[in-house]
């Protein structure tokens, strides 16, 4: 795959000034202070790691930009909290849900957007089979999501125990981190089977 070096990549630069951008913007009077900072802790984490490896692996545009999705629709959870999400009331409101599904949406979009870069390490750096790729991806996906769920609690619990509740999103669901995993699986499996039909139909892969 051809890549660029960042100071000659415009749609790279032009998704980190949106990045900066939505950031900047989300970064004020978020409605819990204190959960807005656990929310992004994370992010800045991955963002760090993307940074500092890639003069070693650079994703395509392609991932990039669904990268900037991802955390886009991450940063307005964070502001509001993902329980507290306006879209999320309109919907709840729309389609007369008993909850606030923002959470939901972002979760399968954690599937649906992250499964390609996923795929993209996996042929690239591990050099698995394309067959194998398909499936490993959704693997990923769903031991990722399973993960996260885990350190969210943990992180929610030591570092500000009060705001676990607003930081978890539960709403009130026993069963939520299972719901928020399975949703991951789906949009994991719903773009693993679109790359499959297009790279079937197409016969390229640039990944």
């Keep these: ?81 993902y329980a507290e999400t306006p879209i999320g009331f309109w919907l709840q409101s729309l389609f007369d849900h008993e909850r606030n599904h923002y959470d939901r949406i972002v979760h399968f979009s954690f599937g649906l957007l992250i499964a390609y870069p996923f795929r993209e390490i996996l042929l690239r750096k591990v050099q698995v089979t394309r067959s194998w790729s398909y499936f490993m991806s959704v693997a990923m996906v769903l031991a990722f999501s399973a993960f996260y769920e885990v350190m969210e609690f943990v992180v929610a619990m030591q570092v500000s125990p009060e705001l676990g509740s607003a930081y978890l999103g539960t709403q009130g669901d026993e069963w939520d981190a299972q719901k928020d995993s399975m949703l991951a699986f789906s949009g994991a499996m719903v773009a693993m089977t679109m790359t499959w039909a297009y790279v079937r139909n197409s016969s390229v892969d640039t990944s």
């Design 1 to 81: 795959m051809t890549t660029k070096p960042f100071r000659s990549n415009r749609l790279l630069q032009a998704l980190v000034l949106w990045l900066l951008a939505l950031w900047v913007i989300t970064a004020i009077e978020p409605l819990y202070p204190r959960d807005w900072l656990i929310e992004n802790l994370l992010v800045f984490i991955y963002v760090a790691l993307l940074v500092l490896t890639y003069r070693r692996f650079q994703f395509s545009n392609f991932s990039y930009a669904l990268f900037s999705v991802f955390l886009s629709l991450h940063l307005i959870g964070a502001h509001y909290t």
